[in-house]
């Protein structure tokens, strides 16, 4: 049997067993959804940066697309709202990427064996990539500067709910238990639920909460964004029944 961690936050990274394990990066509000609504509209990679200077450098060779607390940077091309990754904006280019907390996310699981960008666009894809390997599991929560955020957690527990229910998994982490728990309390009604996180007034402050529906829609890709040298790159796990 494999064994499930849940971090709620990048600031707990290192004190959470993660070497050598499959690792996803989480950020439903928004980073996860918009990475996975930009391979689905054709982008060739996204190349998660974390500061401005790094992101300058591609002025002119990448589509820039960045915000702080939610907020487009003045010189990027594109915010983070999933809407703004369009086939028309994004088609087969490179993505210079920063976020306020996903990139930094996705960095830190990028020192695991693997690391993926999971969302709920991607939920049973990404489940699929995760059960056919044969590594533990981490599952890393952007959060929100350093502290808990309530989407990603559910997100976590839904992910770990469905790898023990495969068989192949346990868990011995009360992270995930935890996780697992708002997930049983949550899924009977998702939205509604997701009405208590803090991310919504944050979203809605800055006009930007009418994606929140559609970054907690279910299963509308097979893409599995998986980084790789530097960069995240499309996967898509063979379905074990085609
Ligand atoms: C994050 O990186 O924390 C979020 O994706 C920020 C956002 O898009 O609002």
Redesign the pocket.
């Known amino acids: 049997m494999y064994q499930i961690t849940v971090c709620f936050t990048p600031v707990q990274f290192s004190a959470y067993p993660h070497e050598g394990a499959n690792a996803v990066a989480i950020?439903i509000?928004?980073?996860s959804t918009s990475i996975c609504t930009a391979f689905m509209n054709g982008a060739h990679r996204v190349i998660p940066l974390s500061s401005v200077d790094e992101l300058k450098a591609y002025a002119g060779k990448a589509v820039i697309a960045a915000?702080r607390d939610?907020v487009k940077l003045d010189f990027a091309d594109i915010g983070?709202s999933p809407k703004y990754f369009t086939r028309e904006t994004i088609e087969g280019k490179t993505i210079a990427y920063s976020?306020?907390?996903?990139?930094h996310t996705i960095r830190l699981a990028a020192q695991c064996h693997q690391a993926a960008v999971g969302s709920y666009l991607n939920f049973s894809a990404l489940c699929r990539w995760l059960e056919a390997g044969t590594r533990n599991v981490f599952l890393l929560c952007?959060g929100?500067k350093g502290r808990f955020n309530l989407e990603d957690a559910v997100f976590a527990g839904a992910v770990a709910q469905k790898l023990i229910d495969s068989g192949k998994f346990e868990s011995i982490c009360d992270s995930a238990m935890a996780a697992m728990d708002l997930w049983s309390l949550a899924k009977g009604n998702l939205m509604g639920y997701i009405k208590k996180a803090a991310q919504n007034e944050r979203?809605r402050k800055i006009n930007a909460a009418d994606t929140i529906p559609y970054c907690h829609t279910p299963d509308q890709t097979d893409i599995v964004p998986l980084y790789k040298n530097g960069a995240l790159e499309r996967y898509t796990p063979v379905h074990p029944f085609l």
Request: glycine letters at 14%.
């Open positions: 950020d509000l928004r980073a915000e939610g983070n976020t306020t907390n996903g990139t952007a929100w979203l």
